[in-house]
T-cell receptor, first 113, second 115 residues
């Protein structure tokens, strides 16, 4: 069985400050990892993904996440947040040859002007 | 137009009524899913379908049923709605029957309120 833990339900941060959203996963097989973002009143959209290769993956809007197999983590980071980053962020995991995707409970990022 | 379209976007109904949420997609994907989102619980899988003849229960299928009418259409039904089915429902798709990364493409959601 696979599972995802997002340790923080809400993270307030001032504009232009750095942020880290934490994600830990559990799986007995090789995994694919994802971060999805949900802006207010919208559906989820993919932010970035780890499939294989380089353990550091980046998004087009400045977010990055690092796959750490030994710590079973996939934390999301941004060095300087903007008001427009205010949203809920979901970490998700699936296994290679997968049947379904498992989501974490989400972290609400609130950027304070 | 959206690649994954859900109807209705909002619905208020009464306990005991039958409700159908519809999902259609133009992405040509084989796999389709229904999730529900509740505050603090994230997304939980209700049903999923890997092709027209393949329907599978997710982690919270009790009280729900689905129909895969075509590759592009996947409907979720609540036969007798109850208040704790009040939630935001998402349809999602992903590509491939055997080779896939698991990346999901979501509709904009259907907000259901059961009084």
């Amino acid at each position: 069985a696979q599972s995802v833990t997002q340790l923080d339900s809400q993270v307030p941060v001032f504009e232009e400050a750095p942020v880290e959203l934490r994600c830990n996963y559990s799986s007995s097989v090789s995994v694919y990892l994802f971060w999805y973002v949900q802006y207010p009143n919208q559906g989820l959209q993919l932010l970035l993904k780890y499939l294989s290769g380089s353990t550091l993956v980046e998004s087009i809007n400045g977010f990055e996440a690092e796959f750490n197999k030994s710590q079973t983590s996939f934390h999301l980071r941004k060095p300087s947040v903007h008001i427009s980053d205010t949203a809920e962020y979901f970490c998700a995991v699936t296994s290679r040859g997968y049947q379904k995707v498992t989501f974490g409970t989400g972290t609400k990022l609130q950027v304070i002007p | 137009d959206a690649d994954v379209t859900q109807t209705p976007r909002n619905r208020i109904t009464k306990t005991g009524k039958r409700i159908m949420l519809e999902c259609s997609q133009t992405k040509g994907h084989d796999r389709m899913y229904w999730y529900r989102q509740d505050p603090g619980l994230g997304l939980r899988l209700i049903y999923y379908s890997f092709d027209v003849k393949d329907i599978n229960k997710g982690e919270i299928s009790d009280g729900y049923s689905v129909s895969r009418q075509a590759q592009a259409k996947f409907s979720l039904s609540l036969e007798s709605a109850i208040p704790n089915q009040t939630a935001l429902y998402f349809c999602a798709t992903s590509e491939g029957r055997t080779m896939t990364t698991g990346e999901l493409f979501f509709g904009e959601g259907s907000r259901l309120t059961v009084l």
